[in-house]
């Protein structure tokens, strides 16, 4: 293969817990390309229409873009990841199970 390809290749892959959850996603890093896929099963309900979670992204994940989501689409529960690695989380987790999804390009 061409030296230039080999870059494709290399992936980085982290745990992520994200609130109101014992359960972690994976983050995956290919290029400058971050997914972010898994299920969890919430802990807790109520609405957090733009409240900041403890949970931070981290570094080699953060997006380009402020606001870059995070869909839970089990419970219409939803995380707006900030450039800086803040979450403000959008809608009730219900205390549900849900798969998550999400994708952006990093910084």
């Known amino acids: 293969m061409g030296e ?52 931070t992204i981290p570094e080699a994940f953060r997006p380009l873009a402020d606001q870059s989501i995070i869909s839970f689409p089990s419970c219409g529960f939803s995380l707006l990841v900030m450039r800086d690695g803040k979450v403000q989380m959008l809608g009730d987790p219900r205390s549900a199970y849900s798969t998550a999804h999400g994708c952006w390009m990093a910084a």
């Open 4 to 55: 230039g390809n080999h870059a494709v290749r290399d992936s980085v892959t982290q745990q992520w817990k994200p609130p109101y959850t014992n359960d972690s996603l994976t983050l995956c890093r290919v290029g400058r390309v971050v997914t972010i896929n898994g299920n969890v099963k919430f802990t807790g309900s109520g609405t957090q229409n733009y409240a900041t979670a403890f949970e």
